[in-house]
């Protein structure tokens, strides 16, 4: 089975261009989420998804952090524009939940972005 | 409120140790909780569980059981190798929750020597 997949795994970019991070869930999975890690503030949820329908956004952090789920199978958070600060891995991660559900969430391998 | 708090690290053991890292949460209802584990430049992974009051969480050597009465879910190891150097983070589901959010601690850095 195809795990969680991020594109893309690195990305660098200058301050004030927009980056788009995308994320495939596992198939059959109806939640989404994005997380973003730094050294300084640890793992952050940013936002969640269930049944692709935005269910808490309050972890992003500004009007410059947006993030869409069109379809089951694809998701994108979207910076615009960029600053510094986002430099950080941000990870995609996806579960499953309901009535007979684990709810154990599954993590891509990352994307860290550095914006200089 | 729901939240975890783990053990300040990072731990530093030499190889063939006895691991713990301690966690300890708050919520309201009954939790699910949980074991993740980040090695470097990677995802997190899940690496035990626990759904109720009782229940031990094992996998790969690591155990966990669940204190409702210390609201506690301690991870040990009976003697940890080199490559269990990693980040490990306690997790909760809170069990008034359908969406699968999870809630984090701040992560306990582990670091094995030989």
């Known amino acids: 089975d195809a795990g969680v997949i991020q594109s893309p795994r690195h990305e660098v970019t200058e301050m004030g261009q927009e980056v788009t991070l995308r994320c495939k869930p596992i198939?059959?999975?109806?939640?989404l989420f994005w997380y973003r890690q730094t050294m300084m503030r640890g793992l952050e949820l940013l936002i969640y998804?269930?049944?692709?329908?935005?269910?808490?956004d309050s972890g992003m952090p500004e009007d410059r952090f947006s993030a869409k789920m069109p379809n089951a199978s694809f998701s994108t958070l979207k910076i615009q524009p960029s600053e510094p600060r986002d430099s950080a891995v941000y990870f995609c991660?996806?579960?499953?939940?309901?009535?007979?559900?684990?709810?154990?969430?599954?993590f891509g391998p990352g994307t860290r972005l550095t914006v200089t | 409120g729901n939240s975890v708090t783990q053990m300040e690290g990072p731990v530093t053991l030499s190889e063939e140790a006895f691991l713990t890292i301690n966690c300890t949460y708050t919520?309201?209802?009954?939790?699910?909780l949980f074991w993740y584990v980040q090695y470097p430049g990677e995802g997190l992974q899940l690496l035990l569980k626990?759904?109720?009051?009782?229940d031990k969480g094992s996998n790969k050597g690591f155990e966990a059981t669940y204190r409702k009465e210390t609201t506690s879910f301690h991870l040990e190891k009976g003697s940890v190798q080199v490559s269990d150097s990693a980040v490990y983070f306690c997790a909760l589901r809170p069990g008034s929750s359908n969406t699968g959010k999870l809630i984090f601690g701040q992560g306990t850095t582990l670091q094995v020597k030989p």
């Open positions: 991660a996806s579960s499953s939940a309901g009535e007979k559900s684990s709810y154990e969430q599954y």
């Open positions: 198939s059959g999975h109806n939640s």
């Open positions: 919520a309201t209802g009954y939790p699910s």
């Open positions: 626990a759904t109720k009051a009782d």
């Open positions: 998804f269930n049944n692709n329908v935005p269910i808490d």
